[in-house]
């Protein structure tokens, strides 16, 4: 068994997505996934205040790309009316939802996937400051 520590992965959704966004992050969760052995991935919706069909699509991809890897993504402080959208959508099914970005980090160490030692290691992925405009 190893000493290393298991690392959960936290991304911003920003407010809105657009295709150079989406194309940022899904390279970003491509190169943690090969890296990692079963990669934990937490993202943050709290900047969500519109589940377009953008973000609900880049939401999905975010979980297709590390469910490859043996993965998980847990979201994390989603908005009331972005958690309904979701649940009538039929998307809600797929993922675990927690009301705060600690409590989900903290739901892998409930439901571990693999019998590496419980220690956590949180890192925060971000987006190219060139995108922001």
């Known amino acids: 068994m190893t000493d290393s520590k298991r690392t959960v992965s936290l991304q911003q959704v920003p407010e809105e997505v657009t295709a150079s966004v989406q194309t940022v992050i899904l390279q970003s969760l ?73 409590a989900a980090v903290q739901s892998f160490q409930k439901h571990p996937t693999s019998m590496a030692p419980l220690d956590f290691e949180v890192e925060v992925l971000g987006l190219n400051s060139g995108l922001a405009a």
């Not at 993202?43 to 939401?59: E, F, G, P, Y």
């Not at 979980?63 to 959508?89: F, H, P, Q, W």
């Open 30 to 102: 491509e190169r943690k996934c090969a890296e990692t052995e079963r990669p934990r991935f937490v993202l943050d919706c709290s900047l969500v205040r519109n589940m377009d069909t953008s973000t609900i699509q880049l939401l999905l991809s975010c979980l297709e790309e590390v469910m490859k890897c043996n993965g998980d993504v847990r979201l994390a402080a989603l908005r009331s009316e972005v958690e309904d959208t979701l649940r009538r959508s039929g998307v809600s099914r797929l993922f675990e939802m927690y009301a705060t970005v600690d």
